[in-house]
């Protein structure tokens, strides 16, 4: 009886930080969309400090980090952030994205080996984003790999990206 109530107040108290931690990347939205960015990172730096595993938020912070040009400190924290969310995925949606993330900035380095590869991670843990299907395309092609970005257009076409289409019918015939 004791084990079944310390989980039961233990699974309310969990759910009251994740509510709270969700309230605060709302409001960090919000400040976002103000383009204030400096506080939109300190409310995402907030839920962080409640939830270290919260995906959502390094995903944010890091887009914030990117849209500023700063890339090294994004990667930084998208590597933290993998190695802290992958192992208790609350959300295989949001730590994917955290993966597609990083390839950009893989990509924007020019290392195309180590984009298709996280871009890979992101589609396993997501299958139906047709955006990783295409990206990881556009990587491929970069990389010299004509069949393979043709099979992931034709994957990014069937899950309704229109935009593959147009690639596709210039590259793949």
């Known amino acids: 009886m004791k084990v079944v109530l310390i989980f039961v107040f233990g699974v309310c108290l969990s759910l009251q930080a994740q509510q709270k931690v969700n309230k ?3 409001k960090g939205d919000k400040k976002l969309a103000q383009l ?3 506080g939109a990172l300190d409310l995402y730096d907030k839920a962080l400090s409640i939830d270290s595993a919260c995906a959502d938020a390094y995903a944010k912070i890091s887009d914030v980090f990117i849209s500023r040009g700063n890339y090294k400190n994004a990667m930084e924290l998208l590597n933290a952030g ?3 969310t992958v192992d208790i995925p609350k959300d295989k949606k949001t730590i994917s994205h955290l993966y597609s993330i990083r390839s950009f ?3 924007t380095a020019e290392n195309f ?3 298709i590869q996280d871009l ?3 589609i396993i843990l997501n299958t139906d984003n047709p955006n990783y299907f295409y990206m ?3 990587v491929k092609r970069m990389n010299g790999d004509e069949k393979g970005c043709c099979r992931d257009l034709k994957k990014a076409i069937a899950l309704g990206l229109k935009a593959a289409t ?3 019918e210039t590259y793949c015939n």
């Open 82 to 84: 993998i190695r802290i």
């Open 136 to 138: 990881r395309a556009l």
């Open 120 to 122: 890979d991670q992101a």
């Open 105 to 107: 900035i893989y990509f």
């Open 113 to 115: 080996h180590n984009a």
């Open 36 to 38: 204030d960015t400096t």
């Open 166 to 168: 147009v690639y596709s």
């Open 24 to 26: 605060i990347l709302s």
